[in-house]
């Protein structure tokens, strides 16, 4: 069983400020079962999207698992949550600022 988004997000957050980074919700999804997608920014400007890992590719864990999707600028991540929010409009979006994404979620290659 996962934990809420909700409560994912906070935890999320938390772990970031505790560790000197930074964390913003730019979009509140469903409390329970939201979409999570996250957005980090390093200090040289370069973004990066982590969308939910397709299931496939994950394990049967429960906890929650990230994949990079091909997005570079503040265009890509507009056109990207667009097509979401037409899909499903439930989502999250969490920017955080981090030079070391991968130690806050669990990625998966895809």
């Known amino acids: ?3 809420t988004s909700e409560l994912f997000v906070a935890q999320l957050i938390r772990r970031l400020f505790a560790a000197g980074g930074f964390a913003v919700v730019a979009r509140k999804g469903a409390d329970a079962a939201g979409a999570i ?13 982590f969308g939910p890992a397709v299931q496939s590719l994950g394990d049967d864990s429960g906890t929650r698992q990230f994949m990079l999707e091909p997005v570079n600028d503040e265009a890509g991540l507009e056109a990207r949550f667009a097509r979401e929010a037409r899909f499903d409009p439930d989502f999250w979006v969490v920017e955080i600022e981090t030079d070391d ?7 998966v290659e895809g």
């Open 1 to 3: 069983m996962r934990i």
């Open 101 to 107: 994404a991968p130690s806050f979620l669990q990625i």
């Open 37 to 49: 997608y996250v957005v980090t920014r390093n200090r040289g400007g370069e973004i990066q999207l």
